[in-house]
């Protein structure tokens, strides 16, 4: 009974028993099979799908300065739009998108993820595509407004679901690389509108028209490939053994979200209110979202106003940002998983960069140099919230819980399109100083908050810890007192 095999047929025989240590190897092998296959079909898929959600959604950075050299910009052709239109069109996406997000969330329960996932991605990409067709600021306005509305809930969902799949605490490392890609999407967008440009004109059609087709159609095939491949639940998934079910739902806490429970809970949400914890982590949301992230917005025509180069090339200057982004977060990622280093911690080192970054923009006049200090904030300002996820997920208890202030949270971090803009508008350019000022003091702000929720997650621990300590002498002195 020493090799893998023969545990596995002892588990099987009804003349045989296996010891507790016997026992947990084969569960962990279970457990590992198991989740090797749902990272698979979840975990890389989902990741790879949010790359192009993130390519849509901040497309229209990029279109900003296509080709604005020969007359044939976006701002151009849509009636000359000025700086406040701009981040008006810019802003509009997420109101739909923050507002619709908690329901949105709960919505994947109720229809069941396959169903839900599939619908949000063929109407983005459709929506998406409308965009070209725009022929004034109105227009444009009204197709990023039902674009927001299409793509509600696809982050917060993906994180609502894996917490069917996977304990909170295993989640670290799977949120970083899901939420890196994301972002890697920045690398990506910039390298398209760079080829894209050059279509100017091809079918008389402006090269920023060009960017929301080609970049729309891929959102519609990866929506009828989820609705046939996804899968919902560990309860109910035909390529897991019935061990690996079992394995992956007994080592899911009790207090996540679980396929069997109700999508709506009344004491659930009325526990939701009483959770100091959950206004702490809504401000240091908006704080962070705001102030460190707000940039990233606008980050084209920020390099842009730097002088380096021309628009075209421009669009290739932003690559570096979100590479050094992915490379850090999932290397910090990596190392919060292994147990190395606090996520906590981690957060707030990474705030302190930002708030030094912007410090030095404000002073530094050299290009090449604020250009650094740009990429380096924006690297430092991609971990901070996805490294916080787990931490998040682990305060939310139950499944109704779980779902809204999943779809609350990252709906709070939308105000960083909302505001961002505003504050990044080209008229504090190309020096910047007022808004560089904002994020200092919006990121202090956030620091606070993350050591005002760290102290409170610390308290709710040790309260626990004691409980069941007290819980178990308990159950000890009546096993003793029955005995005698």
Same mark, same amino acid.
Request: charged share 15%; glycine share 8%.
């Given at each position: 009974?020493?090799?893998?095999?023969?545990?596995?047929?002892?588990?099987?025989?009804?003349?045989?028993?296996?010891?507790?240590?016997?026992?947990?190897?084969?569960?962990?092998?279970?457990?590992?099979?198991?989740?090797?296959?749902?990272?698979?079909?979840?975990?890389?898929?989902?990741?790879?799908?949010?790359?192009?959600?993130?390519?849509?959604?901040?497309?229209?950075?990029?279109?900003?300065?296509?080709?604005?050299?020969?007359?044939?910009?976006?701002?151009?052709?849509?009636?000359?739009?000025?700086?406040?239109?701009?981040?008006?069109?810019?802003?509009?996406?997420?109101?739909?998108?923050?507002?619709?997000?908690?329901?949105?969330?709960?919505?994947?329960?109720?229809?069941?993820?396959?169903?839900?996932?599939?619908?949000?991605?063929?109407?983005?990409?459709?929506?998406?595509?409308?965009?070209?067709?725009?022929?004034? %600021?109105?227009? &444009?306005?009204?197709?990023?407004?039902?674009? *927001?509305?299409?793509? /509600?809930?696809?982050? #917060?969902? !993906?994180? =609502?679901?894996?917490?069917?799949?996977?304990?909170?605490?295993?989640?670290?490392?799977?949120?970083?690389?899901?939420?890196?890609?994301?972002?890697?999407?920045?690398?990506?967008?910039?390298?398209?509108?760079?080829?894209?440009?050059?279509?100017?004109?091809?079918?008389?059609?402006?090269?920023?028209?060009?960017?929301?087709?080609?970049?729309?159609?891929?959102?519609?095939?990866?929506?009828?490939?989820?609705?046939?491949?996804?899968?919902?639940?560990?309860?109910?998934?035909?390529?897991?053994?019935?061990?690996?079910?079992?394995?992956?739902?007994?080592?899911?806490?009790?207090?996540?979200?679980?396929?069997?429970?109700?999508?709506?809970?009344?004491?659930?949400?009325?526990?939701?209110?009483?959770?100091?914890?959950?206004?702490? %982590?809504?401000? &240091?949301?908006?704080?962070?979202?705001?102030? *460190?992230?707000?940039? /990233?917005?606008?980050? #084209?025509? !920020?390099? =842009?106003?730097?002088?380096?180069?021309?628009?075209?090339?421009?669009?290739?200057?932003?690559?570096?940002?979100?590479?050094?982004?992915?490379?850090?977060?999932?290397?910090?990622?990596?190392?919060?998983?292994?147990?190395?280093?606090?996520?906590?911690?981690?957060?707030?080192?990474?705030?302190?960069?930002?708030?030094?970054?912007?410090?030095?923009?404000?002073?530094?006049?050299?290009?090449?140099?604020?250009?650094?200090?740009?990429?380096?904030?924006?690297?430092?300002?991609?971990?901070?919230?996805?490294?916080?996820?787990?931490?998040?997920?682990?305060?939310?208890?139950?499944?109704?819980?779980?779902?809204?202030?999943?779809?609350?949270?990252?709906?709070?971090?939308?105000?960083?399109?909302?505001?961002?803009?505003?504050?990044?508008?080209?008229?504090?350019?190309?020096?910047?100083?007022?808004?560089?000022?904002?994020?200092?003091?919006?990121?202090?702000?956030?620091?606070?908050?993350?050591?005002?929720?760290?102290?409170?997650?610390?308290?709710?621990?040790?309260?626990?810890?004691?409980?069941?300590?007290?819980?178990?002498?308990?159950?000890?002195?009546?096993?003793?007192?029955?005995?005698?």
């Amino acid at each position: 009974m020493g090799t893998t095999k023969d545990l596995q047929v002892s588990t099987v025989s009804p003349t045989e028993s296996l010891s507790e240590n016997e026992t947990a190897s084969v569960n962990d092998t279970h457990l590992r099979a198991a989740y090797r296959k749902s990272d698979l079909r979840l975990l890389y898929w989902y990741s790879f799908v949010y790359l192009w959600m993130r390519i849509h959604a901040s497309n229209i950075t990029n279109t900003a300065i296509i080709n604005i050299e020969t007359g044939d910009g976006i701002k151009t052709q849509l009636g000359n739009l000025t700086s406040g239109q701009w981040a008006w069109c810019l802003a509009i996406f997420y109101y739909p998108y923050a507002a619709f997000e908690p329901a949105s969330t709960l919505l994947l329960k109720r229809f069941s993820p396959r169903v839900w996932m599939s619908r949000i991605m063929i109407t983005w990409g459709i929506v998406s595509m409308c965009q070209a067709a725009t022929q004034n %600021y109105s227009g &444009l306005l009204a197709t990023r407004f039902f674009l *927001g509305l299409a793509e /509600a809930g696809y982050y #917060p969902g !993906v994180l =609502y679901h894996l917490t069917f799949w996977y304990p909170a605490k295993d989640t670290a490392l799977r949120i970083a690389f899901f939420y890196a890609c994301g972002q890697f999407s920045g690398t990506i967008s910039g390298l398209l509108a760079f080829a894209i440009s050059y279509m100017n004109g091809v079918g008389g059609l402006a090269g920023w028209r060009w960017v929301f087709i080609l970049e729309g159609i891929p959102a519609v095939l990866m929506g009828i490939v989820t609705w046939f491949t996804l899968p919902n639940y560990p309860e109910d998934s035909a390529w897991l053994t019935e061990e690996e079910k079992r394995a992956v739902i007994d080592n899911r806490p009790k207090t996540q979200p679980s396929a069997n429970a109700k999508t709506w809970s009344s004491s659930e949400v009325k526990e939701i209110f009483k959770d100091s914890r959950n206004y702490t %982590y809504t401000f &240091l949301w908006i704080c962070h979202a705001i102030g *460190g992230w707000g940039i /990233a917005k606008v980050l #084209p025509t !920020v390099i =842009y106003e730097l002088g380096l180069s021309g628009s075209a090339v421009t669009q290739l200057l932003t690559m570096p940002c979100y590479t050094l982004g992915f490379i850090v977060l999932n290397g910090f990622g990596w190392l919060i998983h292994r147990g190395y280093v606090s996520s906590w911690l981690t957060v707030i080192g990474m705030e302190i960069v930002c708030v030094a970054c912007y410090i030095a923009l404000i002073l530094v006049r050299g290009a090449v140099s604020r250009y650094m200090l740009v990429t380096i904030a924006i690297a430092s300002s991609m971990g901070v919230l996805p490294i916080l996820w787990p931490e998040r997920i682990r305060a939310a208890r139950g499944t109704t819980t779980a779902g809204l202030m999943i779809g609350f949270t990252n709906a709070s971090a939308q105000l960083t399109g909302i505001v961002g803009p505003m504050i990044y508008q080209d008229k504090f350019g190309p020096r910047y100083t007022v808004s560089y000022s904002v994020s200092i003091a919006l990121i202090a702000a956030a620091i606070v908050g993350v050591v005002v929720t760290w102290w409170l997650i610390w308290k709710r621990d040790q309260r626990e810890a004691k409980e069941a300590e007290n819980a178990e002498l308990s159950s000890a002195q009546q096993s003793q007192n029955e005995k005698s």
